[in-house]
């Protein structure tokens, strides 16, 4: 068998193989005795037609039908030998054969190509970095989620302020005031004073008892386009927050020795929380570097595989009718991102000849552990599955692969107060 290899691109291949009759003559004979058990002749049982009439009359037809099933046979010896290993199914084009002669065909197909990294300089990457600047308030908003968490419930009968919650159905009506069927959303909880229930809303709705009936002003679509709502007040409910005092830290966090002691420990709890999604964004953006700086070709089949098994994620996880094709737009960005970074990616590992033992994932898992002895057993059940382990093996990877890249980065620190972040949410929510 000639096998001649043409590169067309990065990731592109094209092969011509070309077998002597010598080599194919004993497959083909097995075909003819197989499209004679098919044949159906008057005076022949099945098998038995000899073989000058089948030449004769169905050489045409034995010809094609053994090109159709012996391609893909020979093409897969073909990559074998080669040793090549294809990302989606060839495309096969100037096919040659006829009884007694040679075999010729040319199959084109996609490879994972090899990506090149050129020799990197220490500022080849420019990232930033974000240091989070806390403040007084930010400790004030988690002791005041932990209170709320701590709230008892009661039911209000002489009615609703700011911030109850209004236990209600919600009909929408027309402007003649008449319900429109099918637009009826019951036992719904709306909290007084928080968007769409402020403003004029709010206004309405001060005081209702249960019984009682309100019209509001609520937006039914992303443009904003208000609906007429009859609200149906069930019931009316007060969160009733716990005094900041002994009581409450004893059972908000144990540990603590007093408030200020309390207060200091959720700081150090908030500032880690903040250092890791600096972090997170810190290696995206590094990963994005990286990506802009090599920018790799990519097989199209792969792209549209990986967009697929997107597609098919985000359809299984909101059933119903979901418009594909605008799923497709939407994640084609990222597809193509996260298989640049894939081929980046396996191109460091190679390259860098990194690797992550089996000891490394136990290392790992120890770790964890110590940190949080109250989860051992969880930690033991969820480390049990395979799947979960080599998820693990991959983070552990990816670490390595970063702490490789952050070699050549040029980082710049930009500072965020918290105080700004918070001033910036407002302002969306009034937009809204």
């Not at 070309?18 to 004679?36: G, H, N, P, T, V």
């Not at 090109?67 to 294809?86: D, G, M, Q, R, T």
């Not at 964004?281 to 990519?298: G, K």
Request: proline share 4%; charged share 35%; aromatic share 8%.
């Amino acid at each position: 068998m000639d096998i001649q290899l043409k590169e067309i691109n990065a990731y592109a291949r094209e092969v011509t193989i070309d077998l002597s009759w010598e080599e194919i003559e004993r497959d083909f004979e097995k075909a003819l005795k197989e499209f004679s058990k098919r044949m159906k002749l008057p005076g022949f049982r099945p098998g038995k037609v000899p073989r000058k009439i089948l030449m004769k009359q169905f050489q045409p037809s034995i010809e094609a039908n053994f090109v159709e099933n012996s391609v893909n046979n020979y093409y897969l010896k073909a990559l074998k030998e080669k040793e090549i290993v294809p990302v989606n199914m060839g495309s096969v084009s100037d096919v040659h054969f006829h009884y007694g002669e040679h075999f010729k065909f040319k199959v084109a197909f996609e490879i994972e190509p090899a990506v090149v990294i050129k020799k990197m300089r220490k500022t080849s990457l420019k990232v930033e970095k974000t240091v989070y600047i806390l403040d007084d308030e930010d400790i004030d908003l988690a002791i005041n989620e932990m209170r709320q968490g701590q709230a008892k419930v009661i039911t209000i009968e002489d009615g609703a302020k700011v911030d109850d919650f209004i236990v209600c159905d919600l009909q929408e009506i027309d402007i003649s005031g008449v319900p429109i069927i099918g637009k009826k959303l019951e036992t719904r909880y709306v909290k007084l004073g928080q968007i769409p229930f402020d403003g004029d809303n709010q206004k309405k709705l001060d005081g209702v008892k249960p019984g009682e009936k309100v019209r509001v002003s609520v937006p039914i679509d992303e443009q904003g386009t208000l609906g007429i709502y009859e609200l149906s007040v069930k019931n009316v409910e007060r969160q009733i927050l716990p005094e900041i005092d002994e009581d409450f830290i004893k059972v908000a966090d144990p540990e603590a020795k007093d408030m200020a002691d309390y207060r200091n420990r959720i700081s150090e709890r908030l500032e880690e929380a903040y250092r890791n999604r600096s972090d997170e964004a810190f290696d995206r953006q590094l990963s994005d570097a990286m990506i802009s700086h090599v920018n790799p070709d990519f097989p199209p089949s792969m792209a549209e595989s990986y967009l697929e098994h997107m597609v098919e994620d985000v359809t299984k996880d909101n059933p119903g009718k979901v418009d594909k094709e605008k799923i497709k737009e939407m994640y084609k960005p990222i597809s193509e991102r996260n298989l640049k970074w894939y081929l980046i990616r396996n191109a460091i590992i190679k390259g860098q000849e990194f690797k992550v033992s089996n000891d490394d994932v136990k290392e790992e898992i120890d770790r964890r552990k110590e940190a949080t002895p109250e989860h051992i057993k969880e930690l033991e059940k969820y480390f049990k599955k395979p799947s979960n382990r080599q998820r693990l093996q991959d983070d552990l990877m990816e670490k390595n692969i970063l702490a490789y890249l952050k070699k050549f980065a040029k980082i710049k620190e930009v500072k965020v107060r918290t105080k700004d972040l918070r001033n910036q949410s407002e302002e969306e929510a009034k937009q809204l």
